[in-house]
């Protein structure tokens, strides 16, 4: 079990030190000149830190809100301390500033203005502990899809002429495909109108902004709906439009000032050891999005190695029964070297960017490419299995922690982020309402993580071509052609594994998807097992990768997404209950993977069972898969066990718990959602096109069907045109075109599908979509 990877003798050490360890408490009633006794508190964190510094001590915090002038550093020197709020109080640690006696006076149609200290810089204010709105355009709508609001003229000429100075603003959009967002600061206007931007790398895959959804906000004009604000750092004014009813006389005002507020800091030769965080509340830190910048390895991400509170050179260190609530970025990073980290029992809801991120130093893999596009030539590949230094982190925990809310202003993040690092085990965690993925790995590097027990739902709510379950593998042996891939690895097998050295294992989680898939096992994504796993809406996908195991899970409402396969790809599935035949896509022909047997395809009601002919012809194998009724024992309440006689048996499958999902405490228990439970219906609401080819202008197009062939393709949405075949020497082969474009506009002219085909008079411009990028092609007459 991964909890054995956690030293037995280091408890020993832990607890014989607590029993030593002197006691300091700190209120804010206290004095940084009293002893520390409960009688005669302290009344700073840095100093209680500074007293107790060389030798193990307790730091117990009384009630009340500690609003730190800079963030606190824990050093090697602090090791053996617990910081931990007194007996059923809830200290705050904000990093933030009290706006106090505050003059509002009338501005005009609503809005209030009041004098603030010339100092305050911010982009968060929060009334009574509640995050306000950012002046905007379009005004905050919560039952928007994306970004609670967006408009196509966010940026236009028109609007800008609305604004007198919009330097400061910030400018969001999504991805063209939905891949994430990017933010741009706006710095002024062109003579001719236009905003000047900067910024537009919070995303490590290029394509401009989405020309529809986009916003802006932190501009003066467009202070126009309650609960917006905006701060003009010039004249020191804030401007507040207040909520009906909210009575500005008792009402609390604070601002973010810091960017984190406890940061353990050591390395791996002098590191941190034995510092504990428990039951305190966190609040108040500032967003980090124009510092959401480095890119992370081939990843689709790049990252801000920051949070409230952050780790870097820490051994059994732990965060326990913390809140974490509307930090403005990520909350929780666990940066470089890092051993044996436990973050128990947290909430983390409402951060700006991810809820926890356990990410390495680049520099520590090998052969390390940035970006999608990079890739090696085989005879540069080191063949030296694994990494080549420490500085990752390794043997990690995440348990019993409910993350929900997460990305309220970065999208391209996670409930639970994993990138460069080894044996992270997140266990017994609720993650719902999402942006993009609930639990993301961005690489193979290094295998080994745990995911148990999980209840991850709510997901890819603001992009898409995302799964609840998250993962790519662009290693170091990967490159985006399979044929290529086929190459490599056919001339030295051993490639797939240099990096992915230990199995990811996916067991007994509860997964939803309605967006995108459950389990969503991207770009070369190798060496799974995934059993016992309930997934209720969007099933398993399966691209590129080698090894993965999939046994024993139930894909209601949908089936396995086989996407992209290699040609020795060794995938196992089998023993599995679906609701559909293989949805693939891009496959060569059958037959697929190493095993695919034992399955069973769901139809309720059904008295027979019948041989899985289908899925025969499909796969190639499924020679003992059946068509019949599982009879599951309570699907109208979850219960997907299957009753005694059931086929499902007969084929090998095995029951697996359905009441362990999430959340087990009970404090977080109680406040926990669960997911939506299916209907009993087949289809799974998925996109479906007719895919019949025809003859256009000497090649032979079709349809893009569905969105497992938008995310083999890389496609915006469930659109476009794909050849198949070209004569040679044609106009469309002498332009450029060529088998496996996807036409997606001819000039102006948008091509969704072949019913949008026409001549190609003149010269037209031909754009397509090939190897996920954009190209424009022109077309000359012969």
Known sequence: MASQRFSWVGLVVLMSASLSAQTYYVSP???????????????????????????????????GTYYLPEPLVISPESSGTTIAAFA?????????????????????GGILQAHVPDDLRTEELFVNGDRQILARYPNYDPSAKYFDGFAPDAISRERAGRWKNPAGGYF?????????????????????GEVKLEGGWQNNRSGGAHREIRFVENIFEELDSPGEWFLDHHTHILYFYPPQGL?????????TRLRSLFELRGTEQSPVKSVHLKGLTFRQAARTVMDTKEPLVRSDWAIYRGAAIFLEGAEDCSVEDCLLDQVGGNGIFVNHYNRRIAVKGCEITKAGASGICFVGDPKSARNVLLNYDQSHKLDEIDLTPGPQSNNYPADCLVENCLINLTGRVEKQTAGVEINLARRITVRHCSIYDMPRA?????????????????????????????????????????????DEVNRRVKQVPILPKLDALEPVILRNNRWRCDHGWDIDLDDGSSNYVITNNLCLHGGIKNREGF?????????????????????ECGDEFSHNIVWT?????VMHPAPWGRILDWNLMHRSGQATIEEAVAMQKQSGRDMHSLVGDAQFMDMAHGDYRVRPGSPALKLGFKNFPMDQFGVQIPKLKSIARRPALPGLAISNGRVSRDGKVISWLGAKVRNIVDEGEMSAFGLPGVTGVLVTEITSGSALAVGGLAPNDVILAINDWEVASVSDLKGLAGNPNVRVSRNQKFLQLRIMPL
């Open 29 to 63: 009633n206290g004095s940084d000149n009293n002893s520390g006794s409960l009688k005669k508190p302290l009344a700073s964190l840095d100093h209680a830190l500074k007293v107790a510094k060389g030798k193990p001590a307790k730091i117990v915090i009384r009630a």
């Open 547 to 567: 090894g993965r195991v999939v046994k024993n899970n139930i894909m209601v409402d949908s089936g396995f997404h086989p996407h992209v396969w290699f040609a």
């Open 438 to 482: 609930g639990i993301n790995i961005g690489d193979g590097c290094w295998g080994g993580h745990v995911i148990e027990f999980c209840d991850v739902f709510d997901t890819v709510k603001e992009t898409g071509d995302h799964g609840s379950f998250n993962s790519w593998g662009r290693d170091r042996y990967w490159v985006p052609d399979t």
């Open 172 to 192: 969001h959009a999504m991805h063209p495909a939905l891949w994430g967002d990017f933010t741009w600061r706006i710095t002024g206007k062109e003579s001719k």
């Open 247 to 255: 009575d500005l006389t008792k009402a609390k005002f604070e601002a």
């Open 581 to 585: 035949e293989y949805q693939p896509a």
């Open 88 to 108: 059923d109080e809830h200290p705050v640690i904000s990093g933030g500033i009290e706006l106090k006696n505050l003059e509002w006076h009338p501005y005009r």
